[in-house]
C-alpha cells in the first residue's frame, strides 16, 4: 500500500529543497559553448535556470540566470526558511 499523501508531499519537497541548492550559487558549474564561442561561470549568489546540462547544440540551452527563474526561487527558498523557523518555534514551544 501507497504511503500516506503527506509523505509523498514531503518526498517531493525535499527533493525540491535539493535541486534549488544545486542552482544557487553553482559556481563550480561552468559552461562552454563552443559554437556560441562562449564560456559562463556561474556568479555566487546567481539562480540557474537549470543546473543541468543541456546536449542541444546549437540550441540554447536552460544554463543561464534568468531573473524570474531566480524571483521565484528566492521566493520559495524565503518559504522554505519561514517554515523551518516556524517547524523550529513549535519544537521550542513544546520543550
Wanted: proline residues 6%; aromatic residues 10%.
Amino acid at each position: 500500500m501507497a504511503g500516506a499523501p503527506g509523505d509523498w508531499i514531503e518526498e517531493r519537497a525535499a527533493g525540491a529543497i535539493r535541486s534549488l541548492r544545486r542552482a544557487v550559487s553553482a559556481t563550480g558549474r561552468a559552461r562552454r559553448r563552443a559554437s556560441f564561442g562562449w564560456s559562463v561561470t556561474p556568479a555566487p549568489g546567481s539562480v540557474l535556470a537549470s543546473p543541468r546540462f543541456g546536449a542541444w547544440d546549437p540550441e540554447p540551452d536552460y544554463f543561464h540566470h534568468w531573473v524570474r527563474d531566480a524571483a521565484v526561487t528566492i521566493r520559495a527558498l524565503s518559504a522554505i526558511v519561514a517554515r523551518s523557523e516556524a517547524e523550529d518555534a513549535a519544537l521550542w514551544s513544546a520543550v
